[in-house]
DNA sequence: TTATTAAATGATAACATTTTTCATATAGAG
DNA sequence: CTCTATATGAAAAATGTTATCATTTAATAA
């Protein structure tokens, strides 16, 4: 299943000053919550989990938005459309969501080239990428 | 491409009554705001549209969801992560989506049976659906 | 280690989006 | 046409997001 290794924070630390970022305590504590919750969480969510560390809001979106760009966290929908940002350890991949208990599993298995190549035939479009989310029943909720 | 005709208005009528609703003049004149606009439109640019026709945003927000939730809207996302609601005239579809130009095409073709039983016997989940979204350049942009 | 400096922080305000409220209007049924 | 539950719009409230800016601090290099 093609699956990274965790990340250890020096590495994410690297990650960040390798973008020109600076790895701050603030934002080893949003990376945390993230790895400490696998099914994700929404950015209000963060932002309520952290309040107690006098950790403002803004450097929760800065800081969720940075993971994005770097690509330690992907985003799902929740049933309202809300998105829910959950860590990534693969490049590519696509992401299960039970609709019952919200658990998250990453899938880097993607064989969507024959598919692309269909409707780029049918399309004249120049298929760059895709997101791709699945929906579905977790092992336990099954 | 298993293309479904153009929805009439007295189709659309009597799927918002067989739901219980009720159609009335301003949810025709958004469904025919989304007709207009085949590449679709944010809930904002909506509520622009119809001001001055002294549509309230409420019932905006009321309207795009029914027409949701009845499948004759889908939504893509933004490059801002913004979501678009884009008429279907399919069931199940999936949408291409033009990164330069925002041009939206419909693709009913899909046949990821084999993806998902792959990902089914990986993860132990029972996958019940997805969303797949496309990016890419369309024909004139490419 | 220390000095330097550009980047990050957080409090707040500004702005934007979405939902709720509720008095009034009306679609659809009979 | 009448009736009634549903829908509407205006406004307010609630939520969510971004910008501002004085202050702090991470990273670099001496
Ligand atoms: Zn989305
Ligand atoms: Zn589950
Ligand atoms: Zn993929
Ligand atoms: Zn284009």
Not at 65 to 82: F, I, S
Request: aromatic letters at 8%; a neutral charge; one cysteine or more.
């Amino acid at each position: 299943m093609n699956t990274i290794e965790a990340l250890s924070m020096e590495e994410l630390r690297r990650q960040f000053n390798r973008t020109g970022l600076r790895f701050t305590p603030q934002r080893e504590a949003v990376w945390r919550i993230f790895e400490g919750n696998p099914d994700g969480l929404t950015i209000s969510q963060v932002t309520v989990i952290l309040a107690p560390q006098k950790i403002g809001q803004a450097t929760v979106y800065r800081t969720i938005r940075a993971l994005q760009d770097m690509g330690y966290l992907k985003w799902v929908h929740e049933q309202t459309g809300e998105h829910r940002f959950v860590v990534s350890r693969s490049g590519h991949s696509h992401m299960l969501v039970c609709r019952v208990c919200s658990k998250a599993v990453e899938c880097s298995d993607c064989d969507l080239s024959v598919l692309e190549k269909l409707i780029a035939r049918q399309t004249g479009f120049t298929v760059e990428g895709h997101h791709l989310e699945f929906f579905g029943l977790c092992p336990d909720c099954s």
